[in-house]
């Protein structure tokens, strides 16, 4: 008769596999995890008098769970605790967890348990090591105030806020499941998974714009722009709402709520993907437009960051506290799933490097005056980022230069035209570090073509890599339509680098990451926001191919007036006909078809 495994897997693991060998990384979890997904079942046994037979239930496990199961042979805790977290899912006792272990234990050989009681011992006295080390490395960090402790972001239990005579409740009963909460905190099934992989989208509802003629949003899965939920549109966190509030009415604002900002925020913070293809920019004189839709998206970014950071927070302390009552097991709970493989979350495309600035010092002013202090590297910014510092003389000839190109032209170009450039952003408890390193950033402000010579030179380079980009769960791209003139294929390159499982660990506490991370179904969680002032088939087509949100997406539809009714003299249209063998002779079809026409 077989013998029973829990945990679901049935691979034996060699006694000497783990010693002398160097700091487990992803890539080779990964590795071993594909080898045992081949040998997945539970196995029951059923008997019937003097016959036995053997009835075997099979069950699929995640890939979380197989992770578990891998690195539980190589650590005592952490059998334990993958142990522990069995026994809460099947509902069993420990009384029956320890009936399963005895029997095991005594099907198993001399030479079996000494060979596993050797390695236990080298591998948890090697472990214990390096946690401790982990725990000095975390309190000397909060020493200097460089990491998500102490109150670093505010707490959602702070206060009730007063909204535009709306009373809003911030408590824990009605803010600990905001969408953030919501969104990530799904689980999704096989079916729909498979159902996202297939990229079938229907639009199922449209509603109008607000604040634009003609214009309405369609789009996937449940309306949600009908009922408007003051508490859905305000679910940002108190000192952010309260900085960003008294910023518009420092700029002259007077109803906020009515305001084309608050509006859009409230489309960012559904969490699915947007496609706005009718921005009025700066460069087209849509400087309040544009100005609005940038302080949404900020705002939806920083939400998202300090909420994150806040969830870590919390959980930093309670398994802190947990391993002091429990010496030092690791917490098996999914509460304390609050992370991805890397830190950032926020990834910002843009096509120049004076767009960058402009976002980037809106982004400081909208920053809660606790959390800039001190902005870092801000000089070397302005110096790198911004106008050139020698002027133009005001000459004649400066002027009949300048008055030959287009005012969209001037607007555009008229400062730092680097379209080759990647920004780190990292948020502390009392200051901003631009220039940061990637895998320390909250927040990666980039060009498209940055990014694609950063994924070249890992290609090429094995010692580099671009695993900074596994973990991005908001995508904005802004001015997309001065992006595609530039290169949209380097768009293209870039998304189709996100969300993948990392070939390193990067110092990641593999125990604290979400699970469908571990799954490689990241991509269904991020949002993805696109912006710009005109559609084209490549931003279309990225749009429907490439954002899988599975909480849906929704895009702007816009009634073009035309300019057939604007000609004063009635144009009469013939449309001509003519054959071609294939499609690659077509263009030389048509010149001998009009050539011929014309001279007849």
């Not at 702070?158 to 408590?171: A, K, M, P, R």
């Not at 870092?376 to 050139?388: I, K, L, V």
């Not at 030179?457 to 769960?473: G, H, N, P, R």
């Not at 290169?487 to 604290?512: A, F």
Request: net charge negative; with cysteine.
């Amino acid at each position: 008769m077989g013998k029973r495994q829990r945990g679901g897997s049935t691979r034996k693991r060699n006694g000497n596999a783990y010693k002398n060998e160097p700091k487990e990384t992803v890539s080779r979890w990964r590795d071993e995890v594909a080898d045992t997904t081949s040998d997945m079942e539970h196995t029951d046994s059923v008997f019937d008098g003097e016959s036995e037979e053997m009835v075997e239930v099979h069950k699929e496990n995640t890939m979380y769970d197989n992770l578990l199961n891998t690195l539980g042979s190589a650590s005592e805790s952490l059998s334990r605790a993958n142990k522990r977290r069995q026994r809460d899912e099947e509902g069993k006792s420990e009384s029956e967890e320890d009936i399963d272990s005895g029997s095991e234990f005594l099907s198993m050989s001399e030479d079996d348990l000494d060979a596993s009681d050797d390695e236990s011992l080298q591998i948890h006295s090697r472990g214990s090591k390096h946690q401790g080390s982990d725990l000095a490395d975390v309190i000397e960090q909060a020493d200097n105030g460089d990491t998500y402790v102490d109150n670093a972001f505010d707490s959602d239990e702070e206060c009730d806020l007063n909204i535009i005579g709306h009373s809003v409740d911030t408590t824990p009963s009605t803010t600990s499941r905001g969408l953030f909460d919501e969104h990530y905190g799904y689980k999704l099934s096989k079916d729909e998974v498979n159902d996202l992989m297939g990229g079938k989208w229907k639009n199922k509802w449209k509603v109008p714009a607000v604040g634009m003629s003609k214009c309405r949003w369609i789009g996937t899965g449940e309306p949600f722009l009908e009922n408007d939920d003051i508490n859905l549109a305000y679910d940002l966190k108190p000192r952010l709402y309260n900085h960003w509030l008294d910023n518009y009415k420092a700029n002259g604002g007077k109803d906020f709520h009515s305001s084309r900002q608050r509006s859009f925020f409230s489309l960012c913070n559904s969490y699915r993907d947007i496609l706005h293809h009718n921005k009025k920019p700066f460069y087209l004189k849509g400087m309040e437009e544009d100005s609005s839709i940038m302080d949404a998206y900020i705002m939806h970014s920083l939400n998202h960051i300090f909420k994150s950071g806040d969830l870590v927070t919390k959980n930093d302390a309670k398994v802190a506290k947990l391993q002091e009552t429990t010496k030092n097991e690791i917490p098996s709970s999914d509460e304390y799933l609050d992370r991805g493989f890397t830190r950032p979350k926020i990834l910002i495309l843009l096509p120049l490097a004076s767009i960058a600035f402009r976002v980037v010092k809106r982004l400081i002013q909208l920053t809660p005056s606790k959390h800039k202090v001190n902005v870092e590297n801000n000089d070397r910014f302005s110096d790198e980022y911004g106008t050139a510092t020698d002027e133009i003389d005001e000459t004649e000839n400066s002027k009949s230069q300048k008055s030959s190109k287009p005012s969209d032209f001037q607007a555009l170009f008229s400062g730092n035209n680097n379209d080759h450039f990647m920004l780190g952003i990292k948020f502390t408890r009392r200051s901003m570090k631009l220039y940061n390193d990637f895998y320390s950033s909250d927040m990666i402000v980039a060009s498209p073509l940055g990014l694609v010579t950063k994924i070249g030179e890992a290609e090429i380079d094995k010692e580099k890599d671009t695993d900074y980009l596994s973990s991005i769960e908001v995508l904005l791209i802004d001015h997309a339509d001065v992006i595609a003139m530039q290169n949209w294929s380097h768009v293209s390159t870039v998304i189709e680098k996100l969300n993948h499982i990392p070939s390193k660990q990067h110092g990641t506490d593999i125990m604290r990451i979400r699970p469908w991370y571990l799954d490689g179904q990241a991509k269904f969680y991020r949002q993805s926001i696109i912006l710009g002032c005109h559609l084209n088939p490549d931003i279309n087509a990225m749009f429907n191919r490439h954002c899988l949100n599975y909480r849906g997406k929704f895009k702007l539809d816009y009634d073009h007036k035309g300019v057939l009714p604007k000609v004063l003299l009635e144009v009469k249209q013939i449309y001509q006909r003519f054959d071609a063998e294939s499609i690659e002779d077509v263009d030389d079809a048509r010149l001998a078809y009009f050539s011929k026409k014309g001279k007849g």
